[in-house]
């Protein structure tokens, strides 16, 4: 009987001492420090920086993706290191340097499958989620780029030398890799729509991009807006765009052109252009709001200090400020009342609310670039 | 004999030239100069050169290139390449500063 009560008493303070211990993530997110090896942990609801985890190496252009349990987060850094991060213990939670120069990554369906692209040596490795051990090897020759992961334990990745796309279905045994070749010149980045159907690879040795309907059997390149820009003189283009943050804004793809100051729009089914806006310079990232309601864009080097917001409805631009010298990045709360802004040599992320474009807080941070908020955990393609 | 006297003045010249122009660059000028190299020349050769989607630029992998040469790499880019012509951004002596930063190897 006493024993009893013991043990009773013992499984209760367990249980309190685990309640107190618990961390809700959902509502966290982390930011790439770039020049100091660090990212800071931020609390979206406080508008807040909890906490700073160092030691992981080379960030420029630094990406990075969450476990399904938004515990854990793999990122992916330039000098190949990728560091697995535990954010409700704040610490490296390990840590591997999977080759020599690296770009990107993405994480399985399931969750149990990391995948890194890199440039140096050419090609994507895969990795355990749990222990960081390389499950398969896949050299391309090339600078890869554009690797995303999509419905079926599958990977999909581009080559910017060759001009190849690759499927990697990690589903059987043994890895089964399809091969698509004439995807364009030089593509430099892709972007996979939330159901995982649609891949588009944005060209750089040529004009416009090049899509894939994944949902077929055996997928073909489609070109879209092949025409454009012909006859414009390109301008020099001091910083690629970036795809990532791809816009669905309602039936419409919202792109960034590249080495033109305007956006371009394409209808999502027909894939045929419906329209262009002019920008203040050449767009790197233009981000839908999650409803789809405004595209947020920001710019290349030296317009690098400027936002303009694009009310989808009219494609007229309806907003444009100044955050500060050299916006990097921008990150929407997953309901899209607020958006988060990396100001890098200001050295400050500033929160906006998208509807009053009311700066509501600046948070401190050290050369920040990529924010990533733990909701993207349960989007495909990010 | 005097041929070899005039290419050897000429190259005098050409080095004075470069070392009066490279001085040109302020101190306030040089430190946002080294910020650009190692952000924006970073954001593709990476923030501590090795390489990215453009060639390493690490002492080593540069090292057979003259100054000059290389200020005009940088000013004129790679026709064909990725690697932008940065004349509409930078002066001449900012460029050959840039390249002398570059040669030095001072990015870590």
Redesign the interface.
């Known amino acids: 009987m006493k024993r009893m009560t013991l043990g009773l008493a013992a499984a209760l303070m367990l249980a309190a001492a685990a309640r107190a211990d618990t961390t809700a993530t959902g509502d966290l997110g982390l930011v790439i420090e770039r020049t100091t090896g660090s990212v800071l942990l931020v609390d979206q609801s406080d508008r807040a920086a909890l906490a700073r985890i160092e030691g992981l190496g080379d960030l420029s252009h630094a990406s990075l993706v969450y476990s399904p349990d938004e515990r854990f987060a793999y990122v992916f850094g330039r000098d190949g290191g990728l560091t697995k991060i535990d954010i409700v213990k704040r610490e490296i939670a390990g840590r591997v340097v999977q080759a020599g120069n690296a770009i990107g990554g993405a994480i399985s369906d399931d969750g149990e499958l990391v995948a890194v692209s890199n440039y140096e040596p050419g090609g994507v490795r895969v990795f355990d989620a749990d222990t960081l051990d390389m499950v398969a090897d896949f050299p391309t020759g090339s600078k890869t780029i554009g690797l995303v992961d999509v419905p079926g334990r599958k990977f999909v990745f581009t080559m910017w030398d060759s001009g190849e796309t690759w499927i990697a279905d990690m589903s059987g045994a043994e890895p089964r890799i399809t091969k698509i070749p004439d995807m364009g010149k030089n593509p430099y980045d892709a972007l996979v729509t939330a159901n995982g159907r649609t891949y588009i690879t944005g060209l750089f040795g040529e004009d416009g991009l090049t899509a894939l309907d994944l949902w077929e059997q055996d997928p073909q390149p489609i070109r879209v807006l092949p025409g454009y820009g012909r006859g414009e003189q390109k301008m020099p283009v001091y910083k690629m765009p970036h795809l990532e943050g791809w816009a669905l804004a309602g039936d419409e793809f919202v792109l960034p052109a590249v080495g033109h100051h305007e956006v371009l729009w394409v209808d999502a089914r027909s894939l045929k252009e419906t329209g262009r806006t002019r920008t203040h310079g050449q767009p790197v990232f233009a981000m839908a709001r999650p409803d789809g309601r405004q595209v947020w864009v920001n710019f290349a080097h030296p317009e690098n200090d400027t936002v303009q917001v694009i009310d989808t409805l009219t494609k007229q631009v309806i907003h444009e400020f100044k955050p500060g010298p050299a916006v990097l990045h921008m990150e929407f709360t997953p309901r899209g009342h607020e958006v988060w802004i990396s100001v890098r040599d200001a050295g400050k992320i500033m929160i906006y609310d998208t509807h009053s474009f009311e700066k509501l807080r600046e948070i401190d941070a050290d050369s920040p670039s990529g924010i990533f908020f733990t909701a993207r955990a349960h989007r495909t393609g990010l | 004999m005097p041929r070899i006297a005039a290419i050897f003045c000429a190259l005098f010249l050409a080095a004075a030239a470069a070392l009066a122009s490279a001085q040109q660059v302020t101190p306030e000028r040089a430190a946002s100069l080294e910020?650009l190299v190692?952000?924006?020349c970073?954001?593709?050769h990476?923030?501590?050169m090795?390489?990215?989607?453009g060639s390493p630029l690490t002492r080593e992998a540069i090292s057979h290139y003259d100054p000059d040469v290389l200020a005009l790499v940088i000013l004129d880019?790679v026709p064909g390449t990725?690697m932008?012509?940065?004349r509409?951004?930078l002066s001449e002596a900012d460029a050959l500063w840039i390249a002398e930063y570059l040669l030095e190897g001072d990015s870590k």
Request: with cysteine.
């Open positions: 910020h190692v952000q924006d970073g954001s593709c990476g923030l501590t090795k390489g990215g989607l880019g990725a932008p012509p940065w509409p951004l």
